[in-house]
Protein backbone atom coordinates (compact mmCIF):
# COMPACT_ATOMS: atom_id res chain seq x y z
CA UNK A 1 0.00 0.00 0.00
CA UNK A 2 1.10 3.49 0.28
CA UNK A 3 3.46 2.68 3.70
CA UNK A 4 1.26 5.53 5.49
CA UNK A 5 -1.23 3.45 6.94
CA UNK A 6 -4.79 3.73 5.73
CA UNK A 7 -7.35 4.81 7.40
CA UNK A 8 -10.53 2.65 7.30
CA UNK A 9 -13.95 3.77 7.89
CA UNK A 10 -14.19 7.93 8.72
CA UNK A 11 -13.02 10.43 11.43
CA UNK A 12 -16.29 10.94 13.03
CA UNK A 13 -15.11 10.32 17.08
CA UNK A 14 -14.05 7.07 16.45
CA UNK A 15 -10.46 6.11 16.71
CA UNK A 16 -9.41 4.66 13.17
CA UNK A 17 -7.91 0.83 12.57
CA UNK A 18 -4.27 0.90 11.26
CA UNK A 19 -4.14 4.73 11.67
CA UNK A 20 -0.04 5.40 11.27
CA UNK A 21 1.33 8.78 11.76
CA UNK A 22 0.62 12.70 11.61
CA UNK A 23 -0.55 14.91 8.91
CA UNK A 24 1.19 17.23 7.95
CA UNK A 25 0.53 20.73 7.19
CA UNK A 26 1.24 22.53 4.28
CA UNK A 27 0.73 26.39 4.38
CA UNK A 28 0.00 28.11 2.03
CA UNK A 29 -1.15 31.67 3.16
CA UNK A 30 1.84 33.50 1.74
CA UNK A 31 0.76 31.63 -1.82
CA UNK A 32 -2.94 30.81 -2.39
CA UNK A 33 -4.10 33.31 0.62
CA UNK A 34 -1.85 36.08 -0.63
CA UNK A 35 -3.68 35.37 -4.36
CA UNK A 36 -6.56 36.93 -2.43
CA UNK A 37 -8.47 39.80 -4.17
CA UNK A 38 -6.26 43.30 -2.67
CA UNK A 39 -3.72 41.28 -0.51
CA UNK A 40 -0.50 42.41 -1.06
CA UNK A 41 1.91 41.79 1.35
CA UNK A 42 5.57 43.58 1.56
CA UNK A 43 8.73 41.78 2.57
CA UNK A 44 8.56 42.66 6.01
CA UNK A 45 4.95 41.37 6.35
CA UNK A 46 5.76 37.86 4.58
CA UNK A 47 8.83 36.80 7.02
CA UNK A 48 6.50 37.82 9.91
CA UNK A 49 3.91 35.70 8.61
CA UNK A 50 6.22 33.16 8.08
CA UNK A 51 8.36 33.49 11.65
CA UNK A 52 4.75 33.10 13.13
CA UNK A 53 3.66 29.49 11.27
CA UNK A 54 7.12 27.99 12.55
CA UNK A 55 6.20 29.04 15.91
CA UNK A 56 2.86 27.72 15.07
CA UNK A 57 4.23 24.29 14.46
CA UNK A 58 3.34 23.94 10.57
CA UNK A 59 5.27 21.33 8.33
CA UNK A 60 5.54 23.37 5.25
CA UNK A 61 5.71 27.22 4.34
CA UNK A 62 4.59 27.62 0.43
CA UNK A 63 6.14 31.04 0.29
CA UNK A 64 5.34 32.36 -2.61
CA UNK A 65 5.04 31.76 -6.62
CA UNK A 66 8.92 32.66 -7.35
CA UNK A 67 8.08 33.74 -11.42
CA UNK A 68 5.49 36.26 -10.49
CA UNK A 69 8.24 38.87 -9.95
CA UNK A 70 11.25 40.02 -8.67
CA UNK A 71 9.77 41.20 -5.16
CA UNK A 72 7.85 37.71 -5.23
CA UNK A 73 11.66 36.22 -5.49
CA UNK A 74 12.89 38.75 -2.96
CA UNK A 75 10.67 37.48 -0.14
CA UNK A 76 10.68 33.76 -0.85
CA UNK A 77 14.66 34.09 -0.77
CA UNK A 78 14.38 36.05 2.60
CA UNK A 79 11.83 33.20 4.47
CA UNK A 80 13.90 30.61 2.62
CA UNK A 81 17.12 31.91 4.46
CA UNK A 82 15.28 33.15 7.51
CA UNK A 83 13.03 30.80 8.95
CA UNK A 84 14.18 27.60 10.32
CA UNK A 85 11.88 24.64 11.37
CA UNK A 86 9.40 23.79 8.13
CA UNK A 87 9.91 22.81 4.92
CA UNK A 88 10.19 26.23 2.54
CA UNK A 89 8.65 25.64 -0.76
CA UNK A 90 7.78 27.81 -3.70
CA UNK A 91 5.37 26.93 -6.43
CA UNK A 92 6.09 26.91 -10.02
CA UNK A 93 4.29 25.40 -12.85
CA UNK A 94 5.57 22.89 -15.41
CA UNK A 95 8.29 25.07 -16.86
CA UNK A 96 11.84 25.33 -17.16
CA UNK A 97 11.72 28.98 -16.30
CA UNK A 98 9.44 28.84 -13.40
CA UNK A 99 11.01 25.63 -12.01
CA UNK A 100 14.63 27.51 -12.29
CA UNK A 101 13.61 30.33 -10.24
CA UNK A 102 11.36 28.52 -7.64
CA UNK A 103 14.83 27.00 -7.04
CA UNK A 104 17.31 29.67 -6.79
CA UNK A 105 14.62 31.38 -4.38
CA UNK A 106 14.35 28.25 -1.97
CA UNK A 107 17.65 27.56 -1.97
CA UNK A 108 18.79 29.12 1.25
CA UNK A 109 16.36 26.63 2.98
CA UNK A 110 17.18 24.38 5.77
CA UNK A 111 15.30 22.20 4.12
CA UNK A 112 14.30 23.49 0.42
CA UNK A 113 10.61 21.92 -1.56
CA UNK A 114 9.94 22.49 -4.98
CA UNK A 115 6.29 22.33 -5.52
CA UNK A 116 5.25 22.24 -9.67
CA UNK A 117 2.28 21.69 -11.09
CA UNK A 118 -0.29 21.69 -14.43
CA UNK A 119 -3.74 21.04 -15.05
CA UNK A 120 -5.63 18.21 -16.46
CA UNK A 121 -9.45 19.13 -16.58
CA UNK A 122 -10.14 18.85 -20.50
CA UNK A 123 -11.40 22.62 -19.99
CA UNK A 124 -8.14 23.57 -18.58
CA UNK A 125 -6.18 21.86 -21.18
CA UNK A 126 -8.02 22.33 -24.22
CA UNK A 127 -9.20 26.26 -23.27
CA UNK A 128 -6.06 27.56 -21.20
CA UNK A 129 -3.32 25.39 -21.84
CA UNK A 130 -3.86 24.42 -25.57
CA UNK A 131 -2.02 21.35 -24.84
CA UNK A 132 -2.95 17.66 -25.47
CA UNK A 133 -3.12 15.44 -22.97
CA UNK A 134 0.47 14.17 -23.84
CA UNK A 135 1.91 17.41 -23.78
CA UNK A 136 0.51 17.38 -20.56
CA UNK A 137 1.89 14.66 -18.99
CA UNK A 138 5.03 15.19 -20.61
CA UNK A 139 5.59 19.07 -19.29
CA UNK A 140 4.35 17.70 -15.78
CA UNK A 141 7.55 14.81 -16.26
CA UNK A 142 9.45 17.15 -17.65
CA UNK A 143 9.15 19.47 -14.79
CA UNK A 144 9.46 17.12 -12.21
CA UNK A 145 12.69 16.03 -13.62
CA UNK A 146 13.99 19.25 -13.94
CA UNK A 147 12.97 20.19 -10.09
CA UNK A 148 14.44 16.95 -8.62
CA UNK A 149 17.77 18.00 -10.45
CA UNK A 150 17.73 21.28 -7.81
CA UNK A 151 16.46 19.49 -4.70
CA UNK A 152 15.02 16.10 -3.79
CA UNK A 153 11.65 17.03 -2.22
CA UNK A 154 9.03 17.93 -5.18
CA UNK A 155 5.73 18.03 -5.05
CA UNK A 156 3.64 17.76 -8.14
CA UNK A 157 0.00 18.71 -8.42
CA UNK A 158 -2.60 17.88 -11.04
CA UNK A 159 -4.37 21.35 -10.96
CA UNK A 160 -8.33 20.93 -11.55
CA UNK A 161 -8.04 17.09 -10.33
CA UNK A 162 -11.50 16.65 -9.17
CA UNK A 163 -12.80 17.33 -12.87
CA UNK A 164 -10.20 15.45 -14.69
CA UNK A 165 -10.67 11.98 -15.90
CA UNK A 166 -9.27 10.08 -13.14
CA UNK A 167 -7.57 7.45 -15.15
CA UNK A 168 -5.51 10.20 -16.72
CA UNK A 169 -4.29 11.79 -13.21
CA UNK A 170 -3.42 7.92 -12.02
CA UNK A 171 -1.11 7.97 -15.13
CA UNK A 172 0.19 11.14 -14.64
CA UNK A 173 1.20 10.80 -11.27
CA UNK A 174 2.63 7.33 -11.81
CA UNK A 175 4.68 9.21 -14.32
CA UNK A 176 5.72 12.04 -12.05
CA UNK A 177 6.48 9.73 -9.64
CA UNK A 178 8.87 8.02 -11.56
CA UNK A 179 9.91 11.21 -12.43
CA UNK A 180 11.38 11.92 -8.95
CA UNK A 181 8.04 13.35 -7.23
CA UNK A 182 8.09 12.60 -3.74
CA UNK A 183 4.76 14.13 -2.51
CA UNK A 184 1.34 14.42 -4.84
CA UNK A 185 -1.11 16.35 -4.64
CA UNK A 186 -4.87 16.30 -5.35
CA UNK A 187 -6.25 19.50 -5.87
CA UNK A 188 -10.04 20.55 -6.00
CA UNK A 189 -9.30 23.68 -7.70
CA UNK A 190 -12.20 24.94 -7.79
CA UNK A 191 -14.40 24.08 -4.88
CA UNK A 192 -16.46 21.67 -6.85
CA UNK A 193 -16.50 18.15 -5.22
CA UNK A 194 -18.33 16.82 -2.38
CA UNK A 195 -16.94 14.99 0.70
CA UNK A 196 -17.66 11.72 0.03
CA UNK A 197 -16.80 12.05 -4.09
CA UNK A 198 -13.86 13.48 -3.07
CA UNK A 199 -12.58 10.75 -0.66
CA UNK A 200 -14.03 8.01 -3.36
CA UNK A 201 -11.35 9.65 -5.31
CA UNK A 202 -8.55 9.71 -3.68
CA UNK A 203 -8.99 6.41 -2.56
CA UNK A 204 -8.93 5.30 -6.15
CA UNK A 205 -5.71 7.14 -7.28
CA UNK A 206 -4.29 5.91 -4.02
CA UNK A 207 -4.84 2.27 -5.11
CA UNK A 208 -4.15 2.92 -8.51
CA UNK A 209 -0.88 4.84 -8.11
CA UNK A 210 0.45 2.22 -5.60
CA UNK A 211 3.42 3.90 -4.61
CA UNK A 212 5.30 4.86 -1.57
CA UNK A 213 4.97 8.97 -1.56
CA UNK A 214 2.93 11.24 0.70
CA UNK A 215 -0.53 12.06 -0.39
CA UNK A 216 -2.04 15.42 -0.17
CA UNK A 217 -5.36 17.16 -0.17
CA UNK A 218 -5.86 21.22 -1.95
CA UNK A 219 -9.45 21.94 -1.22
CA UNK A 220 -10.85 25.00 -2.32
CA UNK A 221 -14.40 26.74 -0.25
CA UNK A 222 -16.87 27.38 -2.98
CA UNK A 223 -19.37 25.77 -1.64
CA UNK A 224 -18.26 25.63 1.94
CA UNK A 225 -16.49 22.33 1.33
CA UNK A 226 -13.14 22.84 1.76
CA UNK A 227 -12.48 21.50 5.36
CA UNK A 228 -15.19 18.37 4.77
CA UNK A 229 -13.23 17.80 1.79
CA UNK A 230 -9.86 17.79 2.89
CA UNK A 231 -11.36 15.37 6.13
CA UNK A 232 -12.65 13.51 3.51
CA UNK A 233 -9.67 13.23 2.16
CA UNK A 234 -7.56 12.54 4.94
CA UNK A 235 -9.53 9.28 5.96
CA UNK A 236 -9.23 8.42 2.23
CA UNK A 237 -5.39 8.16 3.06
CA UNK A 238 -3.39 11.86 2.76
CA UNK A 239 -1.08 12.56 5.00
CA UNK A 240 -0.65 16.15 4.07
CA UNK A 241 -3.18 18.58 3.84
CA UNK A 242 -2.97 22.42 2.12
CA UNK A 243 -4.55 24.91 4.08
CA UNK A 244 -4.54 28.93 4.74
CA UNK A 245 -4.69 30.97 8.08
CA UNK A 246 -8.36 32.19 8.34
CA UNK A 247 -8.95 29.97 5.20
CA UNK A 248 -7.92 32.69 3.02
CA UNK A 249 -7.17 32.15 -0.73
CA UNK A 250 -8.47 32.71 -4.39
CA UNK A 251 -12.05 33.41 -4.37
CA UNK A 252 -14.05 31.68 -1.42
CA UNK A 253 -10.85 30.56 -0.16
CA UNK A 254 -8.53 27.38 1.20
CA UNK A 255 -9.18 25.09 3.69
CA UNK A 256 -8.87 26.79 6.78
CA UNK A 257 -6.21 25.73 9.07
CA UNK A 258 -7.34 26.07 12.30
CA UNK A 259 -10.30 23.86 11.53
CA UNK A 260 -8.78 21.42 9.98
CA UNK A 261 -6.34 21.26 13.03
CA UNK A 262 -8.93 21.85 15.76
CA UNK A 263 -11.44 19.23 13.73
CA UNK A 264 -9.05 16.39 13.64
CA UNK A 265 -7.47 17.14 17.24
CA UNK A 266 -10.99 16.86 18.86
CA UNK A 267 -13.26 14.43 16.97
CA UNK A 268 -10.23 11.82 16.06
CA UNK A 269 -8.97 11.05 19.22
CA UNK A 270 -5.41 11.10 18.51
CA UNK A 271 -5.19 9.20 15.90
CA UNK A 272 -5.09 12.10 13.26
CA UNK A 273 -2.96 14.96 14.40
CA UNK A 274 -0.74 17.65 13.56
CA UNK A 275 2.43 19.36 14.90
CA UNK A 276 0.76 22.56 15.27
CA UNK A 277 0.77 24.11 18.58
CA UNK A 278 -2.69 24.79 18.75
CA UNK A 279 -2.30 27.94 21.55
CA UNK A 280 -0.61 29.52 18.98
CA UNK A 281 -3.78 29.88 16.57
CA UNK A 282 -5.73 32.53 17.72
CA UNK A 283 -2.44 34.91 17.44
CA UNK A 284 -1.27 33.58 14.06
CA UNK A 285 -5.12 34.39 12.92
CA UNK A 286 -5.00 37.90 14.59
CA UNK A 287 -1.54 38.68 12.54
CA UNK A 288 -2.43 37.70 9.11
CA UNK A 289 -5.64 39.39 9.81
CA UNK A 290 -3.78 42.69 10.78
CA UNK A 291 -1.35 42.02 7.96
CA UNK A 292 -3.73 41.25 5.10
CA UNK A 293 -6.43 43.46 6.18
CA UNK A 294 -8.69 40.91 5.70
CA UNK A 295 -11.17 41.34 9.11
CA UNK A 296 -12.00 37.47 10.53
CA UNK A 297 -15.78 37.57 10.82
CA UNK A 298 -17.50 37.27 14.40
CA UNK A 299 -19.17 33.79 13.45
CA UNK A 300 -15.94 32.31 11.98
CA UNK A 301 -15.26 28.97 13.66
CA UNK A 302 -12.57 28.38 15.92
CA UNK A 303 -11.24 32.05 15.79
CA UNK A 304 -14.36 34.43 15.46
CA UNK A 305 -14.95 37.09 18.23
CA UNK A 306 -18.32 35.06 18.62
CA UNK A 307 -16.73 31.39 18.50
CA UNK A 308 -17.01 31.04 21.96
CA UNK A 309 -19.57 33.94 23.37
CA UNK A 310 -22.91 32.19 24.82
CA UNK A 311 -25.47 34.11 23.96
CA UNK A 312 -28.61 32.21 25.52
CA UNK A 313 -29.39 32.70 29.02
CA UNK A 314 -29.89 28.71 28.86
CA UNK A 315 -26.45 28.33 27.07
CA UNK A 316 -24.51 31.34 29.66
CA UNK A 317 -26.06 29.19 32.78
CA UNK A 318 -24.72 25.80 31.59
CA UNK A 319 -21.44 26.96 30.59
CA UNK A 320 -21.30 28.36 34.17
CA UNK A 321 -22.14 25.16 36.30
CA UNK A 322 -19.98 23.31 33.28
CA UNK A 323 -17.72 24.57 30.72
CA UNK A 324 -18.07 21.67 28.35
CA UNK A 325 -22.70 21.58 28.03
CA UNK A 326 -21.91 24.13 25.04
CA UNK A 327 -18.12 23.92 24.28
CA UNK A 328 -16.50 21.79 22.07
CA UNK A 329 -13.53 23.13 22.36
CA UNK A 330 -11.26 24.86 25.40
CA UNK A 331 -10.64 28.54 24.25
CA UNK A 332 -7.59 28.35 26.10
CA UNK A 333 -6.27 25.37 23.85
CA UNK A 334 -6.75 27.68 20.95
CA UNK A 335 -4.90 30.84 22.66
CA UNK A 336 -8.04 32.55 23.69
CA UNK A 337 -7.58 33.01 27.10
CA UNK A 338 -8.06 36.72 26.98
CA UNK A 339 -5.45 39.87 26.39
CA UNK A 340 -2.84 40.33 29.12
CA UNK A 341 -2.25 43.71 30.32
CA UNK A 342 1.46 43.49 29.31
CA UNK A 343 2.68 47.52 29.82
CA UNK A 344 1.23 50.74 30.62
CA UNK A 345 2.35 54.64 30.88
CA UNK A 346 5.78 53.99 32.55
CA UNK A 347 7.33 51.07 30.69
CA UNK A 348 10.36 52.22 28.86
CA UNK A 349 11.73 51.01 25.62
CA UNK A 350 13.40 48.11 27.20
CA UNK A 351 10.29 46.61 28.25
CA UNK A 352 8.54 47.31 25.09
CA UNK A 353 11.00 45.68 23.19
CA UNK A 354 11.35 42.17 25.16
CA UNK A 355 7.56 42.32 25.10
CA UNK A 356 7.64 42.45 21.72
CA UNK A 357 9.94 39.67 21.02
CA UNK A 358 8.37 37.81 23.90
CA UNK A 359 5.04 38.25 21.18
CA UNK A 360 7.17 36.60 18.75
CA UNK A 361 7.90 39.98 16.50
CA UNK A 362 11.23 40.62 15.11
CA UNK A 363 11.45 44.14 14.23
CA UNK A 364 14.48 46.00 13.87
CA UNK A 365 16.28 48.62 15.73
CA UNK A 366 14.87 51.45 13.78
CA UNK A 367 11.31 49.75 13.70
CA UNK A 368 11.37 49.24 17.36
CA UNK A 369 12.17 53.04 18.23
CA UNK A 370 8.86 53.93 15.74
CA UNK A 371 6.55 51.27 17.16
CA UNK A 372 7.69 52.72 20.63
CA UNK A 373 6.66 56.00 19.55
CA UNK A 374 3.31 54.82 19.18
CA UNK A 375 3.23 53.33 21.83
CA UNK A 376 3.85 56.39 24.24
CA UNK A 377 1.08 57.98 22.24
CA UNK A 378 -1.22 55.16 22.70
CA UNK A 379 -0.04 54.75 26.67
CA UNK A 380 -1.37 58.68 26.88
CA UNK A 381 -4.71 57.73 26.22
CA UNK A 382 -5.19 53.79 27.72
CA UNK A 383 -4.33 52.90 31.17
CA UNK A 384 -3.70 49.46 30.17
CA UNK A 385 -2.01 48.17 27.20
CA UNK A 386 -2.42 44.57 26.36
CA UNK A 387 -0.41 41.92 24.47
CA UNK A 388 -3.48 42.19 21.80
CA UNK A 389 -2.66 46.00 21.79
CA UNK A 390 1.32 45.90 21.16
CA UNK A 391 0.50 43.06 18.47
CA UNK A 392 -1.58 45.62 16.84
CA UNK A 393 1.29 48.05 16.78
CA UNK A 394 3.68 45.75 15.73
CA UNK A 395 1.59 44.40 12.77
CA UNK A 396 1.06 48.68 11.59
CA UNK A 397 4.61 49.06 12.11
CA UNK A 398 5.60 46.39 9.66
CA UNK A 399 2.36 47.05 7.20
CA UNK A 400 3.99 50.48 6.60
CA UNK A 401 7.43 48.75 5.99
CA UNK A 402 8.50 50.69 2.22
CA UNK A 403 5.24 52.43 1.89
CA UNK A 404 5.68 55.42 -0.68
CA UNK A 405 3.48 57.83 1.55
CA UNK A 406 4.05 58.03 5.36
CA UNK A 407 1.47 60.01 7.97
CA UNK A 408 2.99 62.76 9.86
CA UNK A 409 0.11 64.05 11.27
CA UNK A 410 -3.86 64.38 10.93
CA UNK A 411 -5.94 67.50 12.33
CA UNK A 412 -9.32 67.50 11.81
CA UNK A 413 -12.33 69.71 12.94
CA UNK A 414 -16.02 70.07 12.45
CA UNK A 415 -19.28 69.70 13.99
CA UNK A 416 -23.13 69.96 14.29
CA UNK A 417 -22.85 73.17 12.44
CA UNK A 418 -19.60 73.50 11.20
CA UNK A 419 -17.83 71.95 7.81
CA UNK A 420 -15.63 68.52 8.73
CA UNK A 421 -12.12 69.92 7.75
CA UNK A 422 -9.33 67.63 7.81
CA UNK A 423 -5.29 68.94 7.29
CA UNK A 424 -2.98 65.86 6.83
CA UNK A 425 0.94 65.94 6.63
CA UNK A 426 2.61 62.87 4.72
CA UNK A 427 5.96 61.95 3.83
CA UNK A 428 7.16 61.30 0.86
CA UNK A 429 10.86 60.46 0.60
CA UNK A 430 12.75 63.15 1.76
CA UNK A 431 9.68 65.60 0.89
CA UNK A 432 6.42 66.76 3.22
CA UNK A 433 3.02 66.96 1.91
CA UNK A 434 0.29 68.79 3.35
CA UNK A 435 -3.26 68.88 2.05
CA UNK A 436 -6.49 70.09 3.41
CA UNK A 437 -10.34 68.76 2.25
CA UNK A 438 -13.85 69.35 3.33
CA UNK A 439 -16.03 66.40 3.26
CA UNK A 440 -19.56 64.97 4.31
CA UNK A 441 -17.98 63.66 7.61
CA UNK A 442 -14.55 64.31 9.22
CA UNK A 443 -13.57 60.64 8.02
CA UNK A 444 -14.41 61.72 4.34
CA UNK A 445 -12.71 64.93 5.25
CA UNK A 446 -9.17 63.27 6.14
CA UNK A 447 -9.24 60.52 3.01
CA UNK A 448 -9.83 63.25 0.74
CA UNK A 449 -6.98 65.53 2.12
CA UNK A 450 -5.01 61.62 1.63
CA UNK A 451 -6.34 61.33 -2.14
CA UNK A 452 -5.26 64.97 -2.82
CA UNK A 453 -1.89 64.86 -0.93
CA UNK A 454 -0.58 61.23 -2.65
CA UNK A 455 -2.38 62.16 -5.96
CA UNK A 456 -4.14 58.38 -5.95
CA UNK A 457 -7.57 58.45 -6.84
CA UNK A 458 -9.76 55.57 -5.73
CA UNK A 459 -13.26 54.69 -5.14
CA UNK A 460 -13.63 53.74 -1.30
CA UNK A 461 -15.62 49.60 -2.26
CA UNK A 462 -16.02 48.82 1.77
CA UNK A 463 -15.24 50.07 5.49
CA UNK A 464 -15.70 48.02 8.44
CA UNK A 465 -14.60 49.35 11.52
CA UNK A 466 -14.47 47.23 15.19
CA UNK A 467 -12.12 47.60 18.39
CA UNK A 468 -8.85 45.92 18.81
CA UNK A 469 -9.90 44.83 22.48
CA UNK A 470 -12.99 45.74 24.80
CA UNK A 471 -13.35 48.95 27.11
CA UNK A 472 -13.92 52.82 25.61
CA UNK A 473 -10.32 53.29 25.58
CA UNK A 474 -9.96 50.45 23.19
CA UNK A 475 -7.73 50.98 19.81
CA UNK A 476 -9.78 51.35 17.24
CA UNK A 477 -9.57 49.14 14.40
CA UNK A 478 -10.79 50.06 10.25
CA UNK A 479 -10.04 47.83 7.59
CA UNK A 480 -10.64 49.34 3.77
CA UNK A 481 -10.99 48.21 0.35
CA UNK A 482 -10.13 50.47 -1.78
CA UNK A 483 -10.55 50.08 -5.96
CA UNK A 484 -8.88 52.21 -8.11
CA UNK A 485 -10.04 54.69 -10.73
CA UNK A 486 -7.36 55.19 -13.06
CA UNK A 487 -8.63 54.79 -16.34
CA UNK A 488 -6.12 55.22 -19.42
CA UNK A 489 -6.55 51.34 -20.08
CA UNK A 490 -4.60 50.21 -16.68
CA UNK A 491 -6.21 47.17 -15.31
CA UNK A 492 -8.96 48.12 -12.24
CA UNK A 493 -6.97 47.39 -8.74
CA UNK A 494 -8.46 46.34 -5.68
CA UNK A 495 -6.06 46.32 -2.48
CA UNK A 496 -7.16 46.30 1.53
CA UNK A 497 -5.75 48.35 4.28
CA UNK A 498 -6.29 48.62 7.84
CA UNK A 499 -5.45 51.26 10.40
CA UNK A 500 -5.73 51.14 14.46
CA UNK A 501 -5.84 54.44 16.81
CA UNK A 502 -7.82 55.05 19.97
CA UNK A 503 -9.14 57.70 17.86
CA UNK A 504 -11.38 56.17 15.00
CA UNK A 505 -10.70 59.47 12.54
CA UNK A 506 -7.25 58.46 12.54
CA UNK A 507 -7.97 54.91 12.60
CA UNK A 508 -9.54 55.19 9.47
CA UNK A 509 -7.04 57.87 7.68
CA UNK A 510 -4.63 55.43 8.73
CA UNK A 511 -6.73 52.38 6.80
CA UNK A 512 -6.79 54.38 3.94
CA UNK A 513 -3.26 55.69 3.59
CA UNK A 514 -2.34 51.64 3.96
CA UNK A 515 -4.66 50.90 1.23
CA UNK A 516 -3.24 53.24 -1.45
CA UNK A 517 -0.13 52.51 -0.84
CA UNK A 518 -1.16 49.01 -1.35
CA UNK A 519 -2.19 49.90 -4.49
CA UNK A 520 0.64 51.56 -5.39
CA UNK A 521 2.89 48.68 -4.83
CA UNK A 522 0.69 46.58 -7.13
CA UNK A 523 0.68 48.93 -9.74
CA UNK A 524 4.33 48.74 -9.55
CA UNK A 525 4.06 44.67 -9.17
CA UNK A 526 2.29 44.05 -12.34
CA UNK A 527 5.04 46.00 -14.18
CA UNK A 528 8.02 43.72 -12.86
CA UNK A 529 9.24 40.63 -14.95
CA UNK A 530 11.61 38.25 -14.43
CA UNK A 531 14.30 37.95 -16.58
O1 LIG B 1 -5.97 25.30 -6.40
C1 LIG B 1 -5.01 24.80 -7.01
O2 LIG B 1 -5.13 23.94 -7.88
C2 LIG B 1 -3.68 25.29 -6.66
C3 LIG B 1 -2.54 24.50 -7.21
C4 LIG B 1 -1.49 25.37 -7.77
C5 LIG B 1 -2.02 23.55 -6.18
O3 LIG B 1 -3.53 26.22 -5.91
ZN1 LIG C 1 -5.43 26.55 -4.74
Given at each position: MDGQGKIEGDVAGRPVAGVVGDVRIFDTTLRDGEQSPGISLNLKEKVEIAEQLARLGVDVIEAGFPINGPGEVEAVKAIAERVRGPIITGLARSEAADIDIAAEAVAAAERARIHTFIATSEIHMSAKLRMTPDEVLAAAVGGVERARRHVDDVEFSTEDGTRSDLEFVAKVFKATVRAGATTLNFPDTVGYALPEEYGEMLRFLIDEVDEDVIWSVHTHDDLGLAVANALAGIAAGARQVEVAVNGIGERAGNCSLEEIVMAMRTRTSGSLDSNVNSREIARTSRMVSMLTGYPVPPNKAIVGANAFAHEAGIHQHGVMVE??????????????????????????????????????????????????????????RKIRITDIDLEAIAADEI???ADEFEMISLAVTGGTHSAPTATIRLKHGDEEIDESAIGDGMIDAACGAIQRATGVTARLESFNSSSVTGGIDALGDVTVVLVSEEGDGEPTRRATGRGVSTDVVEASARAYLSAVNRLIRLKARSTETVG
Open positions: RTTYEIMDPVDVGLEGSKIVLGKHSGRHAFSKALEDLGFHLGKEDVQHAFARFKELADASE
